[in-house]
């Protein structure tokens, strides 16, 4: 009966899976025929959260507890393939911690859209550089910073996903700081509690 039971359940993880790579599939489709910036812009925004999904889902497919740091080096490989050709490197640093349920998928479309705002906008005409990423406990929960050394705070300005990562801290009770300097890059620090309330 267990079998069968943990069957169904692997069944189950395997087309949500597929759900989000054929979600990734048909935007990109989209995306080659869609010439409005604007649509352009949501279309991507949706295309990295499905990606994002994509790679934590396959993490959930494992057994036992899910490895963010893990998670992390996937988002990494991703953002390295998708910035190939461009003299930009990324660098993942992570301590091992259990993350609650209801942290996962609010951490990975953050660490994803962090990512994504520097790969898209520090680092014009060809600019190099490089994007950090530092996971790591922290007093009564788990500390990320994300940071760049691209050019600072035009690229602020740009990356409206900054707000929706705002808005996903606030959600988890969390804390955000932005420090940044025109030519010196933007770093991104997060402290998150995991014995609040939204935690359980």
């Known amino acids: 009966m267990a079998a069968a039971a943990e069957d169904r359940i692997g069944e189950l993880q395997r087309r949500l899976l597929g759900g989000y790579q054929l979600l990734q599939t048909l935007v990109g489709i989209r995306l080659r025929s869609v010439t409005d910036p604007e649509s352009k812009r949501h279309l991507t925004w949706l295309s990295d959260v499905a990606a994002a999904m994509e790679l934590l889902s396959r993490r959930m497919t494992a057994e036992g507890p899910i490895d963010f740091v893990g998670?992390?080096?996937?988002?990494?490989?991703?953002?390295?393939?998708?910035?190939?050709?461009?003299?930009v490197r990324l660098d993942v640093r992570g301590?091992?911690?259990?993350?609650?349920?209801?942290?996962?998928?609010?951490?990975?479309?953050?660490?994803?859209?962090?990512?994504?705002?520097?790969?898209?906008?520090a680092f014009p005409d060809g600019r190099r550089g490089s994007i950090a990423v530092a996971f790591s406990r922290a007093v009564?929960?788990?500390s990320l910073v994300v940071r760049d050394s691209g050019i600072g705070g035009a690229e602020i300005?740009?990356?409206?996903?900054?707000?929706?990562?705002e808005g996903l801290v606030e959600h988890l009770g969390g804390t955000m700081n932005i420090e940044t300097a025109p030519g010196a890059g933007v770093g991104v620090r997060i402290r998150l509690p995991l014995d609040g309330p939204s935690a359980h």
Do not use: K, S
């Open 71 to 87: 998670y992390l080096e996937d988002v990494a490989g991703f953002w390295t393939r998708a910035c190939e050709g461009r003299p």
């Open 95 to 121: 301590q091992a911690a259990l993350l609650p349920d209801t942290h996962l998928l609010p951490m990975a479309i953050i660490t994803h859209e962090l990512i994504a705002n520097a790969c898209r906008h």
């Open 140 to 142: 009564g929960g788990v």
């Open 157 to 165: 300005e740009q990356g409206e996903g900054l707000a929706l990562v």
